[in-house]
C-alpha cells in the first residue's frame, strides 16, 4: 500500500477494515493539519470563539459515552406493538389499491412523490399545492399538502387519508425494525455540531443500527426500558422556547406571564383580558379552555399561534400552519403584539366571517383619520416581540450576524432582506441557548452525579434521558433539577428555566416526580 499526494488509497492485499482504519487515520492527520492553520484564528476579533469550541469540545465525552452505551430494548413489546402494525398496513395498502385502480387503473405506490404528483395533480386533476424549499418552489406531496387537499376537495380525502395513514405505520414501524447491535440494545450517533444552532442533532450508528432518536413517537417510546434494577428519567426545560423568547426580547409583560402559574393561561389573561378573570387558578384554567376557533381553545391558540408568531411567522403563514382563515391568524396577531390595519381591510373581512373579530379589534384599538384611507392602531398585549424582530432584522442589515447571550455567534450568508432568512434569524438565539443551555445541564448531570448511580442514555429535543437506582429517586430527582437549573444575564435581568422530571419503568409509561422536591 501508498499513500499519495491526493490522499488516496492505493491497496493491495488490505482487507475491508484496514482500509477504514487508514482512511480514518488520514481523516485525523487533515483534520490536524488544518486545526494548526485555524487555531490562530480562534480569538482573534471580538467573539470568544475558543470557548464556544471549548464547550463542544467538553460536550464529545457524554455524546461517546451515550453513545457506546445505548439503550435497551424489550422485544417482547417490540413484538406486541409490531403484530396490529403490520396488519393496518396490510389493509390500507390493499385499499390504496382499490381505490387506485378504479380511477387509476393501476396500482398507486404511496411512497412515490412522482407517482403521487401524477396521480393527485394530472388524473385526479386537483390544484398544485406549492411548497418553498430554501426559498424554492416545488409543488408538493408533503403532510402539509395533503392536509391541505383533504379540507379543501372532498374527492382527495380517502386517497389522501389513507396514504397519510401508511406513511404513519412506515414511520413507526421502521422505528421498530431498526436494527440492534449484537447486545440488543439500540445505540445512535450524536452530532455535537449538527445544527446551525448547536442543538444536537443524532441518526443511525456508524455501523447502521439505531435510528434517531428525535423521531421516536411517544407510542413507540414504551420499547425502551432500563438496566437490571434501575428506573428511567427524562427531565426537560419547562417552556424553554417561550421563556427564553420573553427574555431576549425584554418584554416584561411577556417575562411576567412565563413567570405566572401557567404560563398559557397568563398569555390568554393577556390577550384577552375582559374574560372575566378572577384569583382562582382553577377558574381562570376554565376560561382559557373555552373554545375558540374550530377544535382550538383559547389556551391552545395562544400555545400554537403564539409560538409560531414569536417566531415570526406570517398571518398568512400562520392560518396555513394551523388550518384557520387569515382574518382569525390576523386577529389574534394583532391583538397579540399589536400592529397597524386599514379599516378597509377589516371591513372586507367582517362581510366574509362574521366570526372575524371585527369588533373586538374596533374597540381595542384607535382608529387614526378618516374615510377610506383610516387605519386601526392596536397596541398588542406583547408589543416587546415585534420590537424585538425588527431589532434582529436591522442587525442582519448591519452585520449579517447574531450572537446569542452565552456567546455563540452565527454568520448568516443567505439573502439578508429574504423573509426566510429572517425567520431563521429570530428562531436561531432562543433555540441556540436553550440547546445550550440544556447541554450544560447535561453535562453537570453527567459529570456531577456518576456516583450516584446517574447515567445518561440519550438527549430528546429539550430533555435528557438516562436511568438510576429506582429506591433513589427522592436523593437523585432533586439533583438532578439542580443540575438543569443555569441560571444566566439576559439583556440585565437574571433567566432561569424551570425543569420537570419524570420518572417509569419505560419511556412511555412516566409520570412526573412529585416528591421531595
Known amino acids: 500500500m501508498r499513500i499519495i499526494k491526493n490522499t488516496e488509497i492505493s491497496q493491495t492485499s488490505l482487507s475491508k477494515e484496514q482500509t477504514l482504519w487508514v482512511y480514518c487515520g488520514l481523516d485525523c492527520t487533515l483534520t490536524h493539519e488544518i486545526w494548526t492553520k485555524i487555531e490562530k484564528e480562534l480569538g482573534k476579533n471580538d467573539h470568544d470563539y475558543r470557548k464556544t469550541y471549548q464547550f463542544e469540545l467538553d460536550m464529545l465525552k457524554p455524546a461517546m459515552h451515550m453513545m457506546l452505551r445505548g439503550l435497551k430494548v424489550d422485544e417482547k413489546t417490540v413484538g406486541r406493538l409490531k403484530a396490529p402494525l403490520v396488519s393496518s398496513r396490510v389493509k390500507l395498502e390493499r385499499m390504496l389499491h382499490l ?80 436494527k440492534r447491535d449484537g447486545d440488543g440494545r439500540m445505540r445512535c450517533s450524536f452530532k455535537v455540531a449538527g445544527t446551525e444552532t448547536g442543538r444536537w442533532s443524532s441518526s443511525e ?28 428519567f427524562y427531565a426537560d426545560l419547562e417552556q424553554a422556547e417561550s421563556r427564553v423568547t420573553a427574555y431576549v426580547a425584554g418584554d416584561q409583560g411577556y ?13 390568554v389573561k393577556m390577550v384577552w383580558p375582559n374574560m372575566g378573570w378572577s384569583s382562582d387558578r382553577a377558574q381562570n384554567r376554565e376560561l382559557a379552555d373555552r373554545p375558540y376557533i374550530g377544535h382550538f381553545s383559547y389556551r391552545d391558540m395562544c400555545k400554537r399561534a403564539g409560538h409560531g408568531t414569536n417566531y415570526g411567522l406570517s398571518a398568512t403563514s400562520l392560518g396555513r400552519h394551523l388550518k384557520i382563515k387569515l382574518s382569525h391568524a390576523t386577529r389574534f396577531q394583532l391583538l397579540y403584539y399589536g400592529g397597524v ?34 387605519l386601526v392602531r392596536i397596541e398588542g398585549a406583547f408589543p416587546g416581540i415585534r420590537k424585538w424582530h425588527s431589532a434582529i432584522a436591522n442587525q442582519l442589515k448591519e452585520s449579517g450576524a447574531l450572537t446569542t447571550p452565552l456567546g455563540r455567534r452565527r454568520q448568516f450568508w443567505g439573502r439578508i ?3 426566510t432568512t429572517l425567520r431563521k434569524a429570530i428562531a436561531y438565539v432562543p433555540q441556540s441557548t436553550i440547546g445550550d443551555l440544556l447541554n450544560l445541564g447535561l453535562y453537570r448531570v453527567w459529570n456531577e452525579l456518576k456516583e450516584d448511580g446517574v447515567d445518561i442514555l440519550g438527549q430528546v429535543h429539550d430533555a435528557i434521558l438516562g436511568q438510576f437506582p429506582k429506591d433513589k429517586a427522592d436523593v437523585i430527582v432533586p439533583k438532578i433539577l439542580n443540575c438543569m437549573k443555569n441560571p444566566m444575564e439576559v439583556n440585565g435581568r437574571q433567566m432561569i428555566i424551570p425543569s420537570d422530571c419524570e420518572i417509569g419503568i419505560n419511556w412511555k409509561d412516566m409520570k412526573k416526580y412529585v416528591g421531595n422536591r
Not at 112 to 117: A, E, G, I, M
Not at 162 to 168: E, G, M, N, P, Q
Not at 208 to 214: P, S
Request: proline content about 4%.
Open 99 to 178: 381505490f387506485a385502480n378504479a380511477v387509476w387503473d393501476k396500482d398507486l405506490n404511496h411512497n412515490s412523490p412522482t407517482q403521487l404528483k401524477s396521480f393527485l395533480y394530472e388524473w385526479l386533476g386537483l390544484p398544485e399545492v406549492i411548497s418553498y424549499v430554501k426559498g424554492k418552489q416545488k409543488v408538493s406531496t408533503d403532510k402539509e399538502a395533503l392536509e391541505h387537499l383533504i379540507q379543501e376537495y372532498p374527492r382527495a380525502r380517502p386517497f389522501c387519508r389513507t396514504i397519510l395513514a401508511l406513511r404513519d405505520i412506515d414511520k413507526q414501524l421502521n422505528i421498530l425494525n431498526a
Open 255 to 267: 417575562i411576567n406571564a412565563c413567570e405566572g402559574e401557567d404560563l398559557h393561561t397568563q398569555v
Open 417 to 419: 432582506e429574504d423573509a
Open 341 to 374: 390595519i386599514a379599516l378597509a381591510s377589516l371591513e372586507r373581512w367582517h362581510k366574509q366571517d362574521r366570526e372575524g373579530g371585527f369588533q373586538e379589534l374596533i374597540d381595542g384599538g384607535t382608529v387614526l383619520g378618516s374615510g377610506p384611507s383610516s
Open 205 to 232: 450508528s456508524p455501523w447502521g443500527t439505531g435510528t434517531n432518536l428525535q423521531n421516536i413517537t411517544k407510542d413507540m417510546r414504551e420499547i425502551f426500558v432500563p438496566d437490571g434494577d434501575n428506573v428511567l
